[in-house]
């Protein structure tokens, strides 16, 4: 398998409100590897590593987020894979 790696950075409401608890939850049942954060600009940044199926489910809930979210806008950059392991909340 090759694996891809995509940061995201999501923009709206998506901190206060579990973004980084579901979002670990939904990388750790799907196998993804990578971390994710709140940035200092109210958004939230996230990277995955892992099967290309994989990865692009995580990208897409990204565009929603868990219910409380309200999700305005993602950017997605494509990333060379460094062979994370693990998924952790910075």
């Known amino acids: 398998m090759t694996a891809v790696r995509r940061r995201v950075i999501v923009r ?4 206060g409100v579990w973004f980084r608890d579901s979002c670990r939850a939904e990388a750790l049942e799907r196998g993804v590897a990578g971390w994710v954060r709140n940035r200092a600009d109210g958004s939230v940044e996230a990277v995955f590593e892992g099967s290309p199926e994989a990865v692009a489910a995580m990208v897409s809930w990204c565009r929603t987020g868990p219910p409380r979210a309200r999700v305005e806008r993602t950017e997605i950059v494509e990333e060379t894979p460094e ?8």
């Open 83 to 90: 062979e994370l392991s693990g998924f952790v909340i910075g």
């Open 12 to 15: 709206g409401r998506v901190q």
